[in-house]
């Protein structure tokens, strides 16, 4: 059974920027979209940029400009490069991945990493 593992989180002062990154272990997969989540305490679970095996991204209206989404496939690896983090970026950030194309609704994922935190400081 393929699982994500999600790396590049921490503590950021607002303004600064962070990478993350997500790459599978186990067996690989190709033709996916991947996707970006995050939760803070207290909230659900939402959407932030999701992208193809062939390089369409979507983001969500609150990121975009300051997170941009990337992927090598020979790594089947994913990036999420953060810049001008705020405070109210702060969350665990999830990967997920799906066959084909990107959704932006946590429920059509079927696989999950297990998370790594982003804290933006003011």
């Known amino acids: 059974q393929v699982r994500l593992v999600e790396s590049g989180g921490g503590l950021v002062q607002a303004g600064g920027s962070l990478r993350l990154s997500c790459a599978p272990s186990?067996?690989?997969?190709?033709?996916?979209?991947m996707a970006w989540f995050r939760q803070a305490p207290g909230k659900e679970r939402e959407f932030v940029a999701g992208?193809?095996?062939?390089?369409?991204?979507d983001y969500a209206d609150s990121v975009k400009g300051r997170f941009t989404i990337s992927r090598d496939n020979a790594k089947n690896t994913v990036y999420l490069q953060m810049n001008n983090l705020k405070p109210e970026d702060t969350a665990s950030y999830y990967c997920?991945?799906?066959?084909?194309?990107?959704?932006?609704?946590?429920?059509?994922?079927?696989?999950w990493g297990q998370g790594t935190q982003v804290t933006v400081s003011s």
């Open positions: 186990g067996r690989t997969f190709s033709n996916n979209a």
């Open positions: 997920a991945a799906r066959p084909i194309s990107i959704a932006t609704r946590r429920y059509d994922y079927n696989t």
């Open positions: 992208i193809t095996w062939s390089g369409s991204t």
